[in-house]
């Protein structure tokens, strides 16, 4: 650069870089005339009713508050006042996020969605009762009217939907009331939750049925007989739609999204509604959203559908509905802990359940006594285990005893523990109770976990420690440890008796916390009754009546029991059996 000389000036970056303008779109003005035709076009005589402006209007109770829109007339969101989700969130069973409705009806113009049309909405009060009414009217004496009802307290909303001189309007066809919904994420274990979570539903013909929970594929099912109710259940929650008299048919589906750890599933339930219920008068429906409580399901007035709470196989069910959930309910109307409650439930079923403790025990120790002699026998005959079977009944026949004697008592107490197995996982009671280290009793105490999946436990045990399991393991060793003391129990089966409460520790991690600590308690308590019930039995005396009944029996020549007669007939059989394939 020379003296005197000006710089250039140089252009900047953006200086240098050309420029381009992209032309703005601008949105199309459509003329009022146009749209009007559009609707007319869509909507027939109803395309004054497509358009408006959506308002809120919010009707509550003790127990919900329910949302409406003017849009639809239809329920908005549904918030349960007395749950949180696992995050102490507010529990919206449903939202506009998640849900939606619609009513599909056959117009001159092809299929109308009557929740699209907007309604004018008036709020009542009959009494206690909150009445919301949504009216959409085409002319004096033409009118949609869906009106809502909500009780001072509850889980139920009733649904009239009715017709007034829309026969012209719309078509003599039943009108399908079309329900979707992403099942909201509202517990802990998002596992759980989803195999949990499907479309229940109650047919005239067949009764309660429901798809499959467990399955991570799509499911859908046609039903073309008369329905009483649809069901969209979750763990603990369910939200149904019930028939005063019936749907003429429908159809239910399920599907899960892997990747929306946001929801559990995708529900659809699409029920018909006859259009003669709703032009007289009979379009009686009810809504129900709450928790899966059995007294408050069965107050719902539709059949079965206390059955949104798995209880268990009819044995099981029973056991659950009669004797469990009283009990249980009993002690929380006047005890505000769960872990005391399960306590003392143990005590009292043992308290129960003692004699057949007490029986089993004698059993196994007369058993004990004999066990040097069946020995004997064992040894006397070698592989020949027809003889030694023989051998073994006349010693029993000649001692008076009955070797399924102390089998039968723990058989009889089989079904309690099948019916805690059902009970805990299913109980809303327990959801967010805390219990010592448990946070929630309702699923798995996890006192540390892991992200990392190793292979063959994450599987199988899973990616977390449960403390209440861990020691539910060790009792159930210890249990069995004393229990060997005095079974004659040998060889394999006595190995099998300690491996498998170690597989079950792998089962039940991922359990709720309550039913370990069940077990648990149960456990220790079982181990309690076997040191007292030992205090009392003498093994000498037993051995002197055995002795006893052994001197009568070669006095008399003693009589055969009908159980020992069967045994007998069923072992000769056996021996004509084996004889003839010989031949």
Same mark, same amino acid.
Request: aromatic fraction near 12%.
């Given at each position: 650069?020379y003296f005197?000389q000006?710089?250039?000036?140089q252009?900047?970056?953006?200086q240098?870089?050309?420029?381009?303008?992209t032309?703005?779109?601008?949105?199309?003005?459509?003329?009022?005339?146009?749209?009007q035709?559009?609707l007319?076009?869509?909507?027939?005589?109803?395309?004054?009713?497509?358009?408006?402006?959506?308002k809120?209007?919010?009707?509550?109770?003790?127990?919900?508050?329910?949302?409406?829109?003017s849009?639809?007339?239809?329920?908005?969101?549904v918030?349960l006042?007395?749950?949180?989700?696992?995050q102490?969130?507010?529990?919206?069973?449903?939202?506009?996020?998640?849900?939606?409705?619609?009513l599909l009806?056959?117009?001159?113009?092809?299929?109308?969605?009557?929740?699209t049309?907007?309604?004018?909405?008036?709020?009542q009060?009959?009494?206690?009762t909150?009445?919301?009414?949504?009216k959409?009217?085409l002319?004096p004496?033409?009118?949609?009217?869906?009106?809502?009802?909500?009780?001072?307290?509850g889980?139920?909303?009733?649904y009239?939907?009715?017709?007034?001189g829309m026969?012209?309007?719309?078509?003599?066809?039943?009108?399908?009331f079309?329900?979707?919904?992403?099942?909201?994420?509202?517990?802990?274990?998002?596992?759980?939750s989803r195999?949990?979570t499907?479309?229940?539903?109650?047919?005239?013909?067949?009764?309660?049925?429901?798809?499959?929970?467990t399955?991570?594929?799509?499911?859908?099912?046609?039903?073309?007989?008369p329905?009483?109710?649809?069901?969209?259940k979750q763990?603990?929650?369910?939200?149904?739609f019930?028939?005063?008299?019936?749907?003429?048919?429908?159809?239910v589906?399920?599907?899960?999204?892997?990747?929306?750890?946001?929801?559990?599933?995708?529900?659809?339930?699409?029920?018909?509604?006859?259009?003669?219920?709703?032009t007289?008068?009979?379009?009686?429906?009810?809504?129900?959203?709450?928790?899966?409580?059995?007294?408050?399901?069965?107050?719902v007035?539709?059949?079965?559908?206390?059955k949104?709470?798995y $209880?268990?196989?009819?044995?099981i069910? *029973?056991?659950?509905?009669f #004797?469990?959930i009283?009990? %249980? &309910? +009993? /002690?929380?109307t006047?005890?505000?802990?769960?872990?005391?409650?399960?306590?003392?439930?143990?005590?009292l079923?043992?308290?129960?359940?003692?004699?057949?403790?007490?029986?089993?025990?004698i059993?196994?120790a007369?058993?004990?006594v004999?066990k040097?002699?069946?020995?004997?026998?064992?040894?006397?005959?070698?592989d020949?285990?027809q003889?030694?079977?023989a051998?073994?009944m006349?010693?029993?026949?000649?001692?008076?005893?009955?070797? $399924?004697?102390?089998?039968?008592p723990? *058989?009889?107490?089989?079904? #309690?523990?099948l019916?805690m %197995? &059902? +009970? /805990?996982?299913?109980?809303?009671?327990?959801?967010?109770e805390?219990?010592?280290?448990?946070?929630?009793?309702?699923?798995?105490?996890?006192?540390?976990?892991?992200?990392?999946h190793?292979?063959?436990?994450?599987?199988?045990?899973?990616?977390?420690f449960?403390?209440?399991t861990?020691?539910?393991?060790?009792?159930?060793?210890?249990l069995?440890?004393?229990?060997?003391?005095?079974?004659?129990v040998?060889?394999?089966?006595?190995?099998?008796?300690y491996?498998?409460?170690?597989?079950?520790?792998?089962?039940?991690?991922?359990?709720p916390?309550?039913?370990? /600590?069940?077990?648990?308690?149960?456990?220790?308590?079982?181990?309690?009754?076997q040191?007292?019930i030992k205090?009392?039995v003498?093994?000498?005396?037993?051995r002197?009546?055995?002795?006893?009944?052994r001197?009568?029996?070669?006095?008399t020549?003693?009589?055969?029991?009908?159980w020992?007669?069967r045994?007998?007939e069923?072992?000769?059989?056996?021996?004509?059996?084996?004889?003839?394939?010989?031949k």
């Open positions: 650069m005197g000006k710089d250039k000036p252009p900047n970056a953006q240098q870089q050309s420029t381009q303008v032309p703005q779109k601008t949105e199309e003005v459509i003329p009022d005339s146009v749209k035709q559009q007319k076009a869509a909507y027939g005589e109803l395309a004054n009713l497509a358009s408006g402006e959506a809120d209007v919010v009707a509550e109770n003790k127990d919900i508050k329910v949302t409406f829109s849009k639809g007339g239809k329920i908005k969101s918030l006042k007395h749950y949180l989700t696992d102490k969130k507010p529990l919206y069973l449903l939202d506009e996020a998640n849900s939606n409705i619609s009806a056959a117009s001159k113009t092809g299929n109308l969605d009557l929740s049309l907007f309604y004018q909405a008036e709020t009060k009959s009494g206690d909150t009445k919301v009414i949504f959409a009217t002319s004496g033409n009118a949609i009217s869906q009106t809502y009802s909500i009780a001072p307290e889980y139920l909303v009733n009239d939907l009715k017709f007034d026969t012209g309007i719309l078509q003599n066809q039943p009108v399908v079309d329900w979707k919904a992403d099942a909201p994420k509202v517990e802990y274990d998002l596992k759980q195999i949990t499907s479309v229940n539903y109650y047919t005239v013909k067949e009764g309660f049925d429901h798809l499959n929970e399955s991570n594929d799509p499911e859908s099912t046609t039903l073309s007989e329905i009483k109710w649809v069901s969209m763990k603990f929650f369910n939200a149904g019930i028939a005063e008299n019936e749907f003429s048919n429908g159809t589906k399920s599907h899960v999204n892997q990747g929306d750890t946001a929801s559990l599933k995708h529900l659809e339930a699409s029920v018909t509604l006859p259009y003669n219920d709703l007289s008068g009979k379009g009686k429906y009810k809504f129900y959203f709450g928790p899966n409580h059995y007294q408050t399901l069965r107050a007035p539709a059949p079965d559908y206390d949104n709470v $209880l268990g196989w009819p044995v069910n *029973l056991i659950n509905r #004797i469990v009283p009990v %249980f &309910n +009993f /002690f929380e006047f005890i505000g802990n769960y872990g005391v409650i399960i306590i003392i439930l143990v005590f079923l043992k308290a129960i359940l003692f004699p057949l403790s007490y029986k089993s025990y059993s196994m007369k058993m004990k004999l040097p002699e069946i020995d004997e026998i064992k040894e006397r005959n070698g020949d285990m003889k030694v079977q051998e073994q006349q010693l029993y026949q000649k001692v008076g005893i009955n070797p $399924l004697s102390g089998c039968i723990v *058989l009889l107490q089989t079904p #309690i523990l019916a %197995f &059902n +009970f /805990f996982p299913n109980s809303i009671e327990l959801r967010q805390p219990f010592l280290w448990a946070n929630d009793l309702s699923t798995y105490d996890s006192i540390f976990s892991w992200n990392t190793i292979w063959g436990l994450s599987d199988t045990y899973g990616n977390h449960s403390l209440f861990f020691l539910m393991t060790l009792s159930t060793l210890l069995t440890w004393v229990n060997n003391q005095v079974s004659t040998t060889g394999p089966m006595k190995s099998v008796s491996i498998m409460p170690v597989v079950f520790m792998f089962v039940l991690n991922s359990f916390a309550g039913l370990s /600590f069940y077990y648990l308690v149960s456990n220790l308590v079982s181990i309690g009754q040191y007292i205090g009392f003498d093994e000498n005396k037993i002197a009546v055995l002795d006893e009944n001197k009568k029996y070669a006095t020549g003693g009589k055969k029991s009908k020992m007669q045994v007998e069923a072992m000769k059989a056996r021996e004509e059996e084996i004889k003839k394939k010989k």
